[in-house]
C-alpha cells in the first residue's frame, strides 16, 4: 500500500517520494514527470497515461481506473494524482 500524506508517499513507511502541485520526484529529488487532470507525463514532455471515463490508458493497455487508484491512500488526491504515483513509484 502506497500512502500521500501531504506532499510526502510512503510505502510501508518509509519515504519513496514526494508531490511539489503537479510534479512527481522520486526520494532523492529526482523529477519523475508530471500530471494535468486526465494525463500523466514523463519529464520529456510524452504521455505515458490518460484517464479516459472509468478507464486507463497506458501502455497499449485499458485498464479500469479503480484498479489503478485501489492501492493509493490519499484523501483530498485526485485521480489524476494518484495515476501518476501509481506510473512512476508502482503501487
Known amino acids: 500500500m502506497v500512502e ?10 518509509v ?7 503537479n510534479r512527481l520526484y522520486d526520494r532523492t529529488g529526482k523529477e519523475l ?3 494535468t487532470s486526465d494525463a500523466v ?8 497515461a490518460r484517464i479516459e471515463g472509468d478507464y486507463v490508458y497506458a501502455g497499449g493497455r485499458r485498464i479500469e ?6 492501492g493509493i491512500a490519499a484523501i483530498g488526491l485526485s485521480d489524476a494524482a494518484r495515476v501518476a504515483v501509481s506510473t512512476f513509484l508502482g503501487v
Open 4 to 13: 500521500v500524506r501531504g506532499n510526502d508517499i510512503y510505502r510501508a513507511g
Open 15 to 21: 519515504k519513496i517520494g514526494w508531490l511539489n502541485q
Open 33 to 35: 514527470g508530471y500530471f
Open 41 to 48: 507525463y514523463d519529464v520529456k514532455g510524452e504521455r505515458l
Open 65 to 70: 481506473l479503480e484498479q489503478v487508484i485501489h
